[in-house]
T-cell receptor, first 116, second 117 residues
Framework: GAVVSQHPSRVICKSGTSVKIECRSLDFQATTMFWYRQFPKQSLMLMATSNEGSKATYEQGVEKDKFLINHASLTLSTLTVTSAHPEDSSFYIC????????????FGPGTRLTVL | AQKITQTQPGMFVQEKEAVTLDCTYDTSDPSYGLFWYKQPSSGEMIFLIYQGSYDQQNATEGRYSLNFQKARKSANLVISASQLGDSAMYFCAMRDLFAGNNRKLIWGLGTSLAVNP
């Protein structure tokens, strides 16, 4: 199946700093990418939908100025957590869809963010 | 509104036995897709199986099969011959098939499966 990578896999940062997480589709072009957040022992919470070349669509309650999403190419989307605080500590997962005729979302391995 | 319900927070099964993980859904869309994903402790989401609302037959993928009962709006996952490596969280998800660029999935809360040796 298609491969999606995420970098970094783990990051620890100080409160107030910004962290960028990259999501790459390695062997296909992703027209749409999704960013999720997952707290321990909970389900995935969709944060935003990112279509290449257009602005991301954020879910209700997600601060677009705090979670900046850029989908600059068909193989790369980035999530930047700006001025991170301890409550932003979570597991962030991206997924990608190859195109309108594809049903499956391919997931990255996730990034565990810890804000001290 | 679309909704996925997984009523089993945790399940236990003996190795080599079969187990059924429940999933019911609610949608007014005529065309939809149902998905099951596995999430081991490492965190990665692994796609297991897909069922389209117009598919005539239940989906099967190796040891995984989907018991799709459209009238009851259920899409239970059956894992046959359980293995220790099947211990993980299992999520049921759904999405509208004709949503254009809005391809987001609606997720259930998940079921934690533990396979006992």
């Amino acid at each position: 199946g298609a491969v999606v990578s995420q970098h970094p896999s783990r990051v620890i940062c100080k409160s107030g700093t910004s962290v960028k997480i990259e999501c790459r589709s390695l062997d296909f072009q992703a027209t749409t990418m999704f960013w999720y957040r997952q707290f321990p022992k909970q389900s995935l919470m969709l944060m935003a939908t990112s279509n290449e070349g257009s602005k991301a669509t954020y879910e209700q309650g997600v601060e677009k100025d705090k979670f900046l999403i850029n989908h600059a190419s068909l193989t790369l989307s980035t999530l930047t957590v700006t001025s991170a605080h301890p409550e932003d500590s979570s597991f962030y997962i991206c997924s990608a869809v190859a195109g309108p005729n594809y049903n499956e979302q391919f997931f990255g391995p996730g990034t565990r963010l810890t804000v001290l | 509104a679309q909704k996925i319900t997984q009523t089993q927070p945790g399940m236990f099964v003996q190795e080599k036995e079969a187990v059924t993980l429940d999933c019911t859904y609610d949608t007014s869309d005529p065309s939809y897709g149902l998905f099951w994903y596995k999430q081991p402790s490492s965190g990665e989401m692994i796609f297991l199986i897909y069922q389209g609302s117009y598919d005539q037959q239940n989906a099967t993928e190796g040891r995984y099969s989907l018991n799709f009962q459209k009238a009851r709006k259920s899409a239970n996952l059956v894992i046959s011959a359980s293995q220790l490596g099947d211990s993980a969280m299992y999520f049921c998800a759904m999405r509208d098939l004709f949503a254009g660029n809005n391809r987001k999935l609606i997720w259930g809360l998940g079921t934690s499966l533990a396979v006992n040796p």
